[in-house]
């Protein structure tokens, strides 16, 4: 056998890190990172009406769905092993204070309770609580201007998140997800819940949820566009020291979140392995948000990428900074083995 001209006979290094990648047996059997679909929770957005299925231009393969179509859907969902489904409502009628969202028969509480009929036990409902999607001003609660600066009152809206919680909790959701970064958030919802005999109902907090420029495709599908400003006010700021993230997760957890989240996930990458590791034991869910989603998407209709590749190296790279819970819109694909 030829020598490697840079050592003697018998000096080359012991070491080889490529007899551990050589076999692809003894590949796959050491590798440590695995992303497995009861690990992918699949966003999907409902709205009235019967027999829709609207696509979204910015997001190919995502669609609103009308409740029928949405109870196809996770018929079909149920027996693929994944994690859940994260439900966003679509209101017929939008107003200053979102009141869709705190009825009993607003379109959200349909959706939870026409998915759980069809779908008993066997797939994981999850809602998202807040009021963008709700309100006709496209922010996340009730709205003042009591510094002639139009913004989000937080107090005022702790009160209208804590309806929308038993709403949730009503119609059947086995986990609450809200979204908003309102200050107080988590602890007026636990305290509604415990109040009303939904003590077993655990909440999964947006903790780090950043004022990112890669929701706009998200904003097309919910039709949640903010009509005037942005939310930089109450979303965090992401050129915010990442340790604000740290205490923004402390404080929820503090207040009885059971679980954690951090949104987006590609560009904070960071952060997810931040709290992963602060936060040992806590349950930690990053979402792979849909600018990221739509870019790949494009590149990829482009033969730019391979699609398959880059989602299946996306999201393992999710999972290898600490995100043990993945929402994406490609859940389905992982699960059915398209992607």
Known sequence: MQQNADFPAGKFPVVRM???RYNPLVRNLVQETVVTPDKLIYPLFVRPGQGIRTPIG???GVCQLSIDELVREVNILKDLGLGGILLF???EEKDACGSDAT???????QAVRAVKDAVQDKLMVVTDLCFCEYTDHGHCGILNDHTGHVDVDNDATLRIIAEQALVHARAGADLIAPSGMIDGMIGAIRSALDQNRFEHLPVLSYAAKYASGF???????????PQFGDRRSYQMDPAAVAEQALREVELDLAEGADMVMVK???AYLDVIRMVHEHFPGV???AYNVSGEYSMVKAAAERGWIDESR????????????GAGIIITYWAKDIAQNII
């Open 215 to 225: 929701y706009g495709p998200f904003r097309e599908a919910a039709e949640s566009t």
């Open 103 to 109: 009825k009993d028969n607003g379109i959200i509480a």
């Open 18 to 20: 490529r007899r551990l």
């Open 310 to 321: 880059v989602v299946r190296e996306t999201l393992t790279a999710i999972r290898r900074a």
């Open 89 to 91: 409502g679509i209101p």
């Open 58 to 60: 910015s997001m190919p």
């Open 264 to 266: 987006p996930a590609m």
């Open 283 to 285: 349950p930690l869910a």
